[in-house]
T-cell receptor, first 115, second 109 residues
Framework: DTAVSQTPKYLVTQMGNDKSIKCEQN?????MYWYKQDSKKFLKIMFS???????INETVPNRFSPKSPDKAHLNLHINSLELGDSAVYFC??????????????FGPGTRLTVT | LAKTTQPISMDSYEGQEVNITCSHN???????ITWYQQFPSQGPRFIIQ???TKVTNEVASLFIPADRKSSTLSLPRVSLSDTAVYYC??????????FGAGTTVTVRA
């Protein structure tokens, strides 16, 4: 069974459109995250969501908004897409420190291309 | 936030031990050191995490000196499938962290 899944895997859209990426985790974790990986392979955290508390990286434009319908899902909504939003987006989850280790589990990624 | 510095790339051969050193001079008292591995077109995968001294699991060892200003990830007897990008993270909470560019390890036959 896939621990963290994302849909779609690929997303091609035009500038100005609004799109969503879905993320689901079946690990029972309390915290979920969204990351953006750009063409230079830098992986930057965008959001962290835990027990209804949302922590936002201050550099993320407000066109990006996470929505959590329940503990197992954290979807990413993007409004008014721009060329610079093209990247691979990863969802992740974690349960905090367990047996002395705090481990994140990542989804397979969604490659977003804005034309 | 503790800034980390690691080599951009490293080359190795199958069967050799690969050691990747990460510098983190301003590590805080509560910070842990965590390493992730990422293959092309996949999400990062947790390798190992430690606070001090030495930690070993089934895939790697993590060596942390007493001053904790650096750490070394050791991959024993690498194979071609260990070719990947390896990220060093230092912090006490993931929401504060970004992965940086990592170290691209290339294992050759």
């Amino acid at each position: 069974d896939t621990a963290v899944s994302q849909t779609p895997k690929y997303l091609v859209t035009q500038m100005g459109n609004d799109k969503s990426i879905k993320c689901e985790q079946n690990l029972g974790h309390d915290t979920m995250y969204w990351y953006k990986q750009d063409s230079k392979k830098f992986l930057k955290i965008m959001f962290s969501y835990n027990n209804k508390e949302l922590i936002i990286n201050e550099t993320v434009p407000n066109r990006f908004s996470p929505k959590s319908p329940d503990k197992a899902h954290l979807n990413l909504h993007i409004n008014s897409l721009e060329l610079g939003d093209s990247a691979v987006y990863f969802c992740a989850s974690s349960q905090g420190m367990r047996d002395g280790v705090d481990e994140q589990y990542f989804g397979p990624g969604t490659r977003l291309t804005v034309t | 936030l503790a800034k980390t510095t690691q080599p951009i790339s490293m080359d190795s051969y199958e069967g050799q031990e690969v050691n990747i050193t990460c510098s983190h001079n301003n590590i805080a008292t509560n910070d842990y050191i965590t390493w992730y591995q990422q293959f092309p077109s996949q999400g990062p995968r947790f390798i190992i995490q430690g606070y001090k001294t030495k930690v070993t699991n089934e895939v790697a060892s993590l060596f942390i000196p007493a001053d904790r200003k650096s750490s070394t990830l050791s991959l024993p007897r690498v194979s071609l499938s260990d070719t990947a990008v390896y990220y060093c993270l230092v912090g006490d909470d993931y929401y504060k962290l970004s992965f940086g560019a990592g170290t691209t390890v290339t294992v050759r036959a």
